[in-house]
């Protein structure tokens, strides 16, 4: 296997306990979704990003860890995990797993040995001050739900920082020994299997906050300390961090050689993306692919359409998030903290097959490695009674069967959305799997095409002038080959003259992938595309050119 593994990778990012109930207790479980390792593999990803797996109150789905070095209870055992990652190493299928390290729970022992006493071992391991801070509510994450970054605690009588909610205290970095810590923690998870982690919150992490000001200090360096850490235990292993930063701090992340977080979240894309879908124009694309900056040739984006959270639209200017929530998300039921969407991409999009796979398909199309949450490959919707974020957390819908094949128990983890055009009678894995013009099937077919193309992963990505706004044209050489991705993002039929500009018409062009049968590109002068239409074309090298 290449070190760069994850250039050429397709992520499947799930939750366990909404994923497959094996034990009928209601809640998903590893032995649930190692039986259906079977259907991943045929789906054609290459690697499961878990959702966090240890012991914890879940009072934020699991983002509030109590041990790092177990698993929660509820789903399952150390074994069970060994063996998952077993079965998923006879599949080809890697493994990583959330490192939410910036904080623990707040019935982590640790931080209750911390606020019993001043001379408790763990008394530093968090960040204190006497007083109340000057900036106590500012910086806050979940506007509405979060009062404040600094809380008192009635035990310590002290104030404690958090970045998130309060149950949420933050580890204290600048103390060395958190750092030998957490290396303990990824060391401990790297020698049971898996490939690497997605780093939460990864600017919180490395962040010096002091109670007496604003301004942080950010230690950069203690990434390469866990990269070369890591490194030194398995030299293929990944982290994909979430870093939703302005683009100008976004490569001191990566590192100079991609030697502090090799991949990282494209959060600035996936805002611009829905832009686009939403004002049926290629620009916000063209713009944001164009502006992103060169990263070193290890290092790798990860695209995403949808994930756990809500779809955070704070990067947009005004007008632009305005008409992005008046589209997908116009009912205020459907936004959360001021700045975002909790619905997921099929509702989002009406139900409107040709929209959701040019979505899909623009996802794929971008530099980058691609993220997809469980559920979206059978287009599932949301359930806008359940509260904040869990609208979009609902059991995996495998069946027109009784709690849709989630598990047999009477009430569930959280209910299975039952009713309406995305219950599980209409939207379901089962039904899908046996129908060629299903979304399922759709993404059987395009994901192997996509792990087939290397240009995608590994490319030079050029973006093209297509003298249409709305259409998206990229080029991409790599070592093998090279391939054009030309994308209709407006739901009217065009037809675009690609040719002739430099390093574009050198090479005959074939479809790959398609919304249908098209005449052939020929010499790129009149490439013909039906509304939301999308082509794949590869650039075979004529002989004698
Ligand atoms: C980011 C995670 O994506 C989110 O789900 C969680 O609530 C916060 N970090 C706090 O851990």
Redo the contacts with the bound molecule.
């Keep these: 296997m290449p070190e760069r593994w994850y250039q050429q990778a397709v992520i499947y990012c799930l939750d366990v306990e909404t994923f497959q109930d094996s034990d009928g207790d209601g809640v998903g479980d590893l032995r649930g979704l190692t039986s259906r390792l079977d259907y991943l593999a045929r789906l054609g990803v290459s690697t499961l990003w878990l959702n966090p797996i240890h012991p914890t109150p879940g009072r ?2 699991g ?1 509030d860890v109590a041990d790092y070095y177990a698993i929660d209870p509820k789903l399952g055992s150390l074994g069970d995990f060994v063996e998952l990652i077993h079965q998923c190493e006879n599949r080809g299928i890697r493994l990583i797993i959330d490192l ?1 390290v ?2 623990t729970s707040d019935q982590h022992p640790w931080f209750s040995s911390a606020r019993e006493s001043e001379d408790s071992p763990y008394r530093d391991w968090y960040v204190w001050s006497p007083t109340e801070p000057p900036n106590a509510s500012e910086g806050v ?1 979940f506007p509405g739900y979060q009062r404040g970054t600094w809380s008192f605690d009635k035990i310590a009588k002290l104030w404690y920082h958090h970045r ?1 909610y309060d149950f ?1 205290p933050d580890l204290n970095w600048s103390n060395p020994e958190v750092r030998d810590e957490i290396g303990r923690v990824v060391s401990f998870w790297l020698e049971l299997g898996v490939s690497g982690f997605r780093m ?2 990864a600017p919180f992490v490395i962040e010096e906050v002091h109670p007496d000001t604003s301004d942080r200090i950010m230690h950069y360096e203690w990434l390469n300390d866990l990269r070369d850490h890591i490194s030194w235990r398995r030299g293929d292993a990944v982290v994909l961090a ?1 870093a939703n930063v302005p683009r100008e701090q976004i490569l001191e992340f990566f590192g100079p050689r991609a030697d502090r977080l090799p991949m990282m979240f494209n959060f600035a894309e996936n805002q611009q993306t829905f832009l686009a879908l939403a004002r049926e124009t290629a620009a916000p694309v063209r713009t944001a692919v164009e502006a992103s900056p060169a990263i070193p040739p290890a290092a790798s984006w990860a695209t995403f359409l949808r ?3 809500e779809i955070d639209l704070s990067g947009l200017r005004e007008s632009e998030r305005a008409d992005v929530f008046a589209k997908f998300g116009p009912d205020q039921d459907m936004q959360l903290y001021d700045r975002g969407i909790r619905r997921r991409l099929a509702t989002m999009l009406g139900g409107d097959q040709r929209r959701i796979r040019l979505a899909y398909v623009l996802q794929l199309s971008l530099p980058g490695t691609p993220v997809i949450r469980y559920g979206e490959e059978i287009g599932m919707g949301d359930d806008l009674s359940l509260p904040q ?1 869990d609208a979009i957390r609902t059991p995996m819908q495998w069946a027109d069967a009784p709690q849709g094949g989630f598990s047999p128990a009477a009430e569930t983890v959280r209910p299975v959305i039952a009713k309406g055009d995305f219950g599980y009678p209409a939207v379901n894995v089962r039904d899908q799997a046996s129908d060629p013009a299903s979304l399922l099937s759709w993404f059987q077919r395009v994901l192997p095409v996509l792990r087939e193309s290397p240009e995608f992963g590994t490319g030079k990505c050029t973006v093209l002038d297509t003298r249409d706004e709305r259409v998206l044209g990229l080029r991409y050489d790599c070592s093998t080959g090279s391939m054009l991705a030309v994308l209709n993002l407006s739901t009217k039929k065009v037809t675009v003259d690609l040719a002739p500009q430099p390093g574009v018409t050198d090479g005959f062009p074939v479809d790959v992938l398609a919304d249908r049968d098209y005449a052939d590109a020929g010499d790129l002068t009149a490439v013909e595309l039906d509304g939301s239409g999308y082509r794949w074309l590869r650039l075979t090298r004529t002989v004698g050119a």
Excluded: L
């Design positions: 934020d789905d983002y939410v910036n904080h994450v998130f949420q939460d919150g979430e994930n756990h959270d974020r």
